[in-house]
């Protein structure tokens, strides 16, 4: 892997170079162009990394998690719900996500050699909650999100994400997310 990350760090040596030298729409097509090669040495070095280094998971009782791939789709599934703005200790609730997510992305390197890697995401998160009266647009939503990017895409702008939300009530509380290529048929993330 070493070697993707010399080859594409000597691609963006070169695209920085054309930028000094364009003008005007080209020079922002060269731009763009360096900014995605320069995600996806990020995106390489964060792989290198969690090979070396195991994704940070303090010592604690998580609730269980589930990573997969099924279709070319990465699914993380937890149990529990994601937390919405109303708590008290949103630090403390970021930082157990965080824990989450990493217990998450752990596991699907542990069982995958390639994950799926997206130029541009559509990122859908479904919330479960046993109460019939609570409001999805209060979840934390972006607690994840801003964990998902570089490993599965290169940014969570509106150029590489789209995101959709959805609430249920369930006898259980879980949180499912689900990440496919932007192009994937919408109706796979009922």
Not at 39 to 58: G, H, K, M, S
Not at 72 to 81: R, S
Not at 159 to 176: A, F, L, N, P, V
Request: glycine share 2%; charged share 30%.
């Amino acid at each position: 892997m070493v070697e993707i990350i010399l080859l594409l760090l000597q691609i963006l040596q070169s695209q920085i170079k054309n930028i000094e030298l364009a003008n005007g729409d080209e020079k922002s097509k060269l731009i763009k162009e360096a900014y995605e090669t320069n995600a996806r040495i990020r995106y390489e070095l964060i792989r290198d990394f969690n090979e070396i280094q195991p994704f940070y998971v303090e010592d604690i009782s998580l609730n269980e998690v589930d990573a997969r791939i099924e279709d070319g789709m990465v699914v993380l599934e937890f149990d529990e719900a994601i937390p919405s703005y109303k708590v008290d200790e949103v630090a403390a609730s970021k930082k157990h996500w965080q824990m989450m997510v990493n217990k998450a992305l752990k596991t699907l390197f542990s069982k995958y050699d390639k994950i799926p890697y997206f130029e541009k995401a559509i990122v859908c998160v479904e919330v479960h909650k046993t109460s019939s009266n609570w409001d999805i647009s209060n979840i934390l939503i972006n607690l994840v999100i801003n964990m998902l990017k570089g490993n599965f895409m290169p940014d969570d702008n509106i150029r590489h994400m789209e995101t959709y939300s959805k609430g249920k009530q369930s006898d259980k509380e879980k949180t499912i997310i689900r990440i496919c290529d932007y192009n994937t048929d919408i109706n796979k993330l009922k």
